[in-house]
Every structure is written in structure tokens, then in C-alpha cells.
């Protein structure tokens, strides 16, 4: 499990919080003229998929799920199934938005290393050299958060932060807030030791990439990232701000247990780690910028995709990527949403998945649930398996 889990925050969803050219460009189409989606699969293939992608929505108890398939020279499946929203039984449809949680680690990450290939910084510098006040920071590399291997606590994993996000999720955190929960504890492993999941991690990259870069986070992944990567719908959401069309999301992520809509939580406290909303299509393209390297230097994205254990068998993780089964890309949880942006190189293979729910299935995320069973239809040689617990 690849993920920001935890909670956020009830705001209303109101397009002024975001970006005033952000907003124009989410009243535009997802596609221009030369995107045209292929083809659909061969019949037999289509009625398979439909047949595995209901069978675990009924199962799991997901309310609505969109898939994006593009298999090239078999062709797509583009499909939206189940309810967008359970009070009003609205469909889920291919064009809402979504909040995308821990996918926004590959976007924070993919600005870090522009940054690299500017030679503004070097991936071995220690995070003491941009932030203070990091336990260990003299020892612990801007490589080694990336890449989960700081041996940092997990903001995240600290009770008092799940209390406070729990009993306000309207409230707005900020960076050095959510990294004070997490240094009061002790270092949980020697920098470079282990693998550990840890979304301390990619806060402290934000703050770098804001003080090296001279713009809010924000700003920088809209010039310097969504920009470039033609990402129309793709945004880093300043407070609880959701633009329409969207759908309402639910989770059990809550001081009672009970399910609850989650839709417009305050998203700030995953903040550089898994605050951002994009869409189906977007997520298509990219899924193969950040496979291939298309913002990168060849160097820096081989970097970038030199992979690591991770201790979970079948899964491995490089600089805000993960590799499982060939496919690359990264996944995303946070309270009322799931999603799964991966590309397969030696097939040019992309699967996105979108849900509305992070409510677990005897003990695994719906979306891994999902992507598992899709790829071992379309690729039984390469079957996504991305299940890593985290804290």
C-alpha cells in the first residue's frame, strides 16, 4: 500500500481556492485533436474486464469506479461504473475529478529532480543544507527521502496528529506543523538502512524545492511540471478547494469508525506528499512522462528509476516511483479516495484507476484489489501487485 493515509478536512468545494489558471484550464476537454482514444479491446477481452472490475466493485464495496486501459496495437478500455455520489445515486462518469493522494509524490518528486538537472542540487546533499532542525538532517540525503530510506518518523504514524486531523478535518496544517509530529519521535532506523514508508519524506522535498526553486510548491509544479506536461486537469489545490465535476468520496477514517463523506476535507495536511486532484486522462499522459523521463534528463531518470527492495515481495522503489510487475508509476490513498497511475514499458501498456473510497476489503486497498485483477487479464505476465504497508 503506496499511500497518504489518514484524514483531511470539510471545507466547501469552491473553485475560487484554486489557481485562477488552474480553473480556466479545468473548463477545457481532456483531449485535443491528435488524442483521440484508440480503439476498443477485442469484445471477449471488453466483457472479461467488465465481468472482474463489477465483481470486486460489488465485492469491496466501492461505490464508483472509472478505469483507463490503453494497450497499443489491442486497443483501450475506458469504462466508469457504480455511483459518484451515494445520497443522490449521481453515476460515476470518465471526466470527474479526483483527489489522487500519494500520486502527488511523483509530481514534488519529478520538480526535485529538475532541480537536479539544473545542478541547483545534488540528490547526495543532506536535507540540513535547505532545512533545519531534522533530526540526523547532517546524515540524511535528499536521495534517501525520496527514496524511503531516511529512517525518519512518519508525521502521519503520530496519534496526537490522527486526533487533531480527526476532530477537525476542516483545519489547515502547515509543513513545519506536520514534520513537529513527526521529529518528537526518534529516528525509527540509521539513514540508508531500510525501506520505510514515510511522508515526512516528502514534505521536507517540498521545502526544498521552495526554497532552491524561489516559489511556493504550488507554483512550481504548475510552471515548472503541469505546464510542460500539458496536464490541463492537474492541480495542487490551495486549502479544501474542488473544483467541478467531481465525485463525493468515503472513508472510515474517522474517530468513530462510522463511514462518513470525506469529499471536501482539507487536503493539507499530505501537503507535497498527497494533496493533489487530477482526472482520468491527464493521469493517461502522465503516466508515460514519468515512466520514460520526458521532464528529465536521461541521466537523472535513470536515477530516478534505479529501484531498490523494499522487503514486500514483487515490489521495489526508486526516487518517488515504485516498480511491481514491470509497471511503474505510483498509487494513492487518502481519506474517500484511491486511485493507480502505471505504465508498462515493454508493452506501452497504461492503467489508471480512479475510486471513490479508501475502505479496505479483508485487509487490502480496493484499487490494488483492482489493478491486480485487470493486469492479470490483459498482462498475466506482468501482474501489478503494489501492496506495501505504511504507517
Known amino acids: 500500500m503506496f499511500a497518504a493515509t489518514l484524514l ?79 445520497a443522490t445515486g449521481a453515476p460515476m462518469t470518465t471526466d470527474l475529478l479526483m483527489r489522487i493522494g500519494s500520486e502527488t509524490k511523483t509530481f514534488t518528486v519529478t520538480a526535485l529532480l529538475q532541480l537536479v538537472d539544473e545542478r541547483r542540487i545534488r540528490l547526495d546533499d543532506p536535507i540540513s543544507a535547505y532545512v ?33 486531523l480527526l476532530s477537525d478535518p476542516a ?48 507554483d512550481f509544479i504548475r510552471q515548472r511540471v503541469l505546464r510542460p506536461a500539458r496536464l490541463r486537469r492537474t492541480l495542487f489545490p490551495n486549502g479544501a478547494g474542488y473544483p467541478e465535476p467531481h465525485a463525493h468520496g468515503y ?7 462510522a463511514v462518513e463523506d470525506a469529499t471536501d476535507w482539507n487536503p493539507s495536511w499530505a501537503w507535497a506528499a498527497g494533496a493533489m486532484i487530477s482526472d482520468l486522462h491527464d493521469l493517461r499522459r502522465w503516466a508515460e512522462i514519468v515512466a520514460t523521463g520526458t521532464l528529465l534528463s ?61 475502505i479496505s476489503y479483508q485487509g487490502q486497498e480496493p484499487s490494488t484489489l483492482l489493478a491486480r485483477a485487470i493486469t492479470g487479464i490483459v498482462t498475466p505476465d506482468h501482474v501489478y501487485d503494489g501492496t506495501v504497508p505504511v504507517s
Open 251 to 257: 472513508t472510515d477514517q474517522t474517530l468513530s469508525g
Open 171 to 218: 483545519r489547515s496544517f502547515t509543513p513545519r506543523e506536520l514534520l513537529a509530529y513527526g521529529f518528537r519521535h526518534p529516528n525509527t532506523a540509521e539513514p540508508g538502512e531500510t525501506f520505510q514508508y514515510c511522508n515526512s519524506n516528502l514534505v521536507l522535498l517540498g521545502l526544498v524545492i521552495e526554497k532552491v526553486g524561489g516559489l511556493g510548491l504550488a
Open 298 to 358: 536521461p541521466r537523472t531518470q535513470a536515477e530516478r528509476l534505479r529501484v531498490l527492495p523494499t522487503g514486500f515481495p514483487g515490489t521495489a522503489y526508486g526516487l518517488g516511483i515504485f516498480e511491481t510487475g514491470g509497471w511503474i508509476g505510483h498509487n494513492g490513498s487518502l481519506p474517500g479516495y484511491e486511485s493507480v497511475t502505471v505504465h508498462l514499458p515493454v508493452e506501452k501498456a497504461t492503467l489508471v484507476l480512479l475510486i471513490n473510497t479508501d
Open 8 to 86: 483531511a478536512a470539510s471545507v466547501p468545494a469552491v473553485i475560487a481556492a484554486t489557481p485562477a489558471a488552474a480553473a480556466r484550464a479545468l473548463a477545457t476537454g481532456p483531449y485535443e485533436e491528435d488524442e483521440c482514444p484508440p480503439d476498443g479491446l477485442d469484445p471477449e477481452l471488453t466483457a472479461r474486464l467488465d465481468q472482474a472490475v463489477e465483481d470486486i466493485r460489488r465485492q469491496a464495496g466501492i461505490p464508483g469506479v472509472i478505469t483507463g486501459l490503453w494497450l497499443p496495437g489491442r486497443g483501450s478500455y475506458v469504462r466508469a461504473t457504480g455511483v459518484a455520489d451515494t
Open 132 to 164: 533545519d532542525g531534522v533530526p540526523c538532517g547532517d546524515r540524511i540525503t535528499l536521495r534517501q527521502l525520496a527514496e524511503m530510506r531516511s529512517g525518519l518518523f512518519s508525521y502521519s504514524a503520530d496519534p496526537d496528529f490522527a486526533q487533531a
